[in-house]
């Protein structure tokens, strides 16, 4: 038993409640009943990590199924009324075994039928999540043959007692006050509810379960044991048979990574050792977590027909999400003497080739390349590194060096050979000095902007340049309204982050402040990670007005996802104009992406088209005769308005060019590489990232977030691009 899972977000919601809500009369006020933080980075994601393993809490309980191996697992959540039962309304899933499927339903029913003997009404399941996305935190035990189950029970965010009124409350299209096949017992209407209600809720539920538990342990470890049997199986008679990850990939320390985030979900790995595949990965999938392997390394299918929308990201195929070339065998090629089980985790340590005293990195988008900057930085103050802004050739190098590589000039053998091994960037020697068109990288001062309304997207961006070694300053609504930006910042990144301009700009309402989050003696666990003495207000419009002039004064803006669509509504930039596309869900996915400006330093290392992540969110445009600021667009056909025109010209005389002979139309790459798109014919051809002049600055504003959940690691280096070439993005 874990009481509590996150004990610093626990620390902090109780100091919240006797801070700010225990003097609360009314639920349903329009107050914060949260503090701004949990954990360090994550909020509510703190459930979503499941795929990354990367927060403390996710390892914990990673490390806890490990040692204990659980038939069951159960978690325990806060939301919905009165207590929900976990099954989901489907899709489920594709790669779970159907046995799970069946013990859900089971234990769910039991739980009901439990609740209902003792008098408790309220209790439902089916009608809320779907059981799709494995990355939850409790489907460590799903995805390695057990059984994840989580409750939602009703709370109040803290110990006070209030009427709730449940009349508004529906899912899956019913009303919680009715009487459904999956809810024999519903709540009434008004309910007077307190934490002790709760508690008394998760406590019934949870003994109904261990009382399942204990008296159908021998059936419910006999079925973990035939879900094992099942993926071996499966890995021997269905394909594929196993994936390949060949030794050669544009970038190997992501292959090396990807590895690794195999082996944190337990998934054997073996090496070839020898012959011409040597250094190759192979997963072979007759092995008890066979399934896990395929959701994790396949395409996903989520159904345009699914009745219910998803209730998280429907894709997540590590190959695309970290730029890796996984490979799908039927059966093995391999002579299994030659492969060697991985016993430890994957290690790519770059190499200097050749002769000279400067060094060559041919660049493709390699993710460490911006934190081998920075650390050459410490090490050296008198090396540089240059960019060069076409294609290259130098005498003495066998290859081209493509536009975005970069050329090292005073480093020592030893640090160059540190620098390969530490960041596994493959660097060559040379004699030669590139004359082609270049310039010196000056590495930025950076901010990274968070609101005090939804801090979670910061987190993961801070979380992420963290993990990359990468300096930063963390700033809020403060710093915006005492101005002074362009003197103590090059680029301000703002992630995505909630709602729309007028609660980027008002914050939390002011009717509610002052809110301190400072750390006191009575408040010990606030005032961390960030501090304020007032949470309300926002940066208001001299703080929008100080942002306007830093960036028209020479700074770079980096905005994602929807802080994007904040900024053009917000007037940073006229440019900009919102797009509503009809009809269009696009959920969570990966997608074609092209390129209309390859020579845009924020493109440097991609090829043409390339797979980039996606969910919904807020769509761009601009006026046709702007169309040079949009960098890349979605799908890889043009917009309608830019098709080339072949009739008849008023004032020109006709000329007939049309050929005569008929040509196959071109096919055109698929738009959906993962996942699902409803509708995608109306965001084909529009931005993903633009490149907007702001006076002398530059507002790079991206449509999709490529800092989501430190999981879409391949579209990170546009960030990082923008970051090598801050002072150089008005190159075509």
């Known amino acids: ?76 959540h806060e939301s919905v009324p009165l207590i929900y039962m976990s099954t989901g309304t489907g899709p489920y899933n594709e790669t779970i075994d159907p046995i799970t499927v069946g013990e859900w339903q089971v234990m769910a029913n039991n739980d009901i039928t439990t609740l209902a003997a003792q008098g408790l009404p309220g209790a439902f399941t089916w009608a809320f999540y779907d059981g799709w996305y494995p990355g939850y935190g409790i ?44 809810r024999p017992d519903p709540a009434t209407q008004l309910v007077n509810w307190s934490s002790r209600n709760n508690i008394n809720y998760m406590e019934a539920g949870v003994l109904a379960s261990l009382t399942y538990s204990a008296n159908n342990a021998k059936l419910l470890l006999q079925n973990f044991y035939q879900k094992g049997l099942n993926n ?15 030794a050669s990939q544009h970038d190997p320390v992501m292959a090396a990574y990807l590895i690794n985030q195999l082996r944190k979900q337990g998934i054997e790995i073996h090496k070839v050792d020898t012959g011409k595949a040597k250094n190759d990965y192979v997963i072979l999938l007759d092995q008890p977590y066979r399934n896990l392997a395929v959701t994790l390394l396949s395409k996903q299918n989520f159904s345009k027909d699914a009745k219910f929308p998803p209730y998280d990201d429907i894709a997540w195929t590590m190959g695309y999400l970290y730029g890796v070339d996984v490979q799908a065998e039927d059966s093995i090629h391999y002579e299994k003497s030659n492969l060697k089980l991985l016993n430890e985790d994957a290690v790519y340590k770059g190499k200097v080739t050749g002769n000279g005293s400067n060094y060559a990195l041919n660049y493709k988008a390699q993710l460490n390349l911006l934190s081998a900057l920075y650390w050459l930085k410490t090490q050296n103050k008198n090396a540089t590194a240059s960019i060069l802004e076409d294609k290259s050739v130098l005498k003495d190098l066998k290859d081209t060096l493509a536009a975005g590589s970069v050329l090292f000039k005073g480093l020592s053998a030893g640090e160059a050979e540190k620098l390969a091994s530490q960041f596994g960037l493959d660097l060559q020697a040379t004699a030669g000095n590139a004359t082609l068109p270049q310039h010196n990288i000056n590495l930025p001062r950076v901010a990274i902007y968070h609101t005090w309304y939804n801090t979670q997207d910061a987190g993961w961006a801070r979380y992420t340049f963290e993990q990359q070694g990468i300096p930063y300053t963390s700033i809020q609504k403060d710093d915006l309204k005492q101005g002074g930006l362009g003197k103590r910042f090059d680029v301000i990144l703002i992630p995505n982050t909630g709602g729309n301009a007028g609660d980027f700009i008002n914050e939390i309402d002011k009717k509610f402040g002052p809110m301190p989050y400072t750390k006191t003696e009575a408040y010990p666990s606030h005032g961390y990670p960030d501090a304020t003495n007032d949470m309300t207000g926002g940066p208001g419009f001299q703080g929008m007005e100080n942002l306007k002039q830093y960036v028209e004064g020479g700074g770079v803006i980096i905005s994602l996802d929807n802080a994007s ?78 098709e080339k025109y072949t009739g008849r010209i008023l004032g020109i005389p006709f000329v007939d060019t049309a050929k005569t002979i008929k040509e196959e139309p071109k096919k055109e790459a698929p738009y959906v590489l993962s996942g699902m798109v409803r509708n995608e014919q109306t965001i084909i051809g529009h931005g993903s990232i633009f490149n907007v002049p702001v006076g002398q600055g530059r507002l790079i504003a991206f449509t999709f977030d490529p800092l989501h959940r430190y999981l879409n690691l391949h579209d990170t280096p546009l960030v990082w691009n923008t970051l090598i070439n801050w002072n150089h993005l008005d190159k075509k």
């Open 1 to 76: 038993m874990n009481p509590v899972a996150e004990p610093d977000g626990r620390d902090k919601q109780v100091d919240w409640y006797y801070r700010y809500s225990k003097a609360r009369t009314d639920f349903d006020d329009g107050y914060r009943y949260s503090p701004p933080y949990w954990g360090k980075y994550v909020f509510h994601d703190n459930n979503r990590d499941g795929i990354q393993v990367s927060q403390a809490i996710t390892k914990a309980i990673f490390n806890s199924y490990y040692e204990w191996h659980p038939t069951v697992m159960l978690d325990l």
């Open 565 to 642: 669509a904040i900024l053009a509504e917000a007037g940073i930039t006229n440019d900009l104009d919102s797009y509503e596309a009809p009809g269009l869900f696009h959920p969570g996915s990966v997608v074609q992406v092209k390129s209309r400006q390859s020579g845009s330093p924020v493109l440097y290392g991609y090829p043409e088209v390339f797979p980039i992540f996606k969910g919904n969110g807020p769509l761009l445009q601009v006026k046709k005769y702007n169309r040079d600021e949009m960098l890349l667009q979605y799908g890889s056909k043009g917009l309608k308005d830019e």
């Open 232 to 246: 071996i199986r499966k890995g021997k008679e269905e394909k594929p048979g196993a994936f390949v990850i060949p």
């Open 139 to 182: 489907w460590v035990a799903n995805n390695h043959n057990s059984i994840g189950r989580f409750y939602e029970t009703f709370g109040n965010a803290g110990g006070n007692t209030y009427l709730r009124d449940l009349s508004n409350f529906k899912y899956a299209g019913d009303a919680v006050t009715s009487r459904e096949w999956y």
